[in-house]
């Protein structure tokens, strides 16, 4: 298994950026695809950007494509969401996910999630 814990999160007025970190512990995290998922009150847990293994190949919604990027430092057991230029409609609970299959866009593909770190974005 693996524990992963989000931080980050906050305040920032739109057009602004945040960087989101996903620390991981409990086993070697380079066996782990890796996802951030956000969801806002009232609607559906959605992906936002995936990421391979070795980091080499990532996969990001439409919505954020252009925004966001996502990277991750297995050697710091470490996963980041760099944000930018972000919009109102980006406000969200964030959640680091990973599991041991492939990176997907289906949150029910993954096994293990972090608790989530508040994103809000003021207009």
């Known amino acids: 298994q693996v524990q992963l814990v989000e931080s980050g999160g906050g305040l920032v007025q739109a057009g602004g950026s945040l960087r989101l970190s996903c620390a991981a512990s409990?086993?070697?995290?380079?066996?782990?695809?890796a996802g951030w998922f956000r969801q806002a009150p009232g609607k559906e847990r959605e992906f936002v950007t995936g990421?391979?293994?070795?980091?080499?190949?990532?996969y990001y919604a439409d919505s954020v494509k252009g925004r966001f990027t996502i990277s991750r430092d297995n050697a710091k057991n470490t996963v980041y969401l760099q944000m930018n230029s972000l919009k109102p409609e980006d406000t969200a609970v964030y959640y680091c996910?990973?599991?041991?299959?492939?990176?997907?866009?289906?949150?029910?593909?993954?096994?293990?999630w972090g608790q989530g770190t508040q994103v809000t974005v003021s207009s």
């Open positions: 996910a990973a599991t041991r299959g492939y990176y997907s866009s289906a949150s029910s593909n993954y096994d293990y």
């Open positions: 409990g086993r070697t995290f380079s066996s782990y695809a």
């Open positions: 990421i391979t293994r070795s980091g080499g190949g990532t």
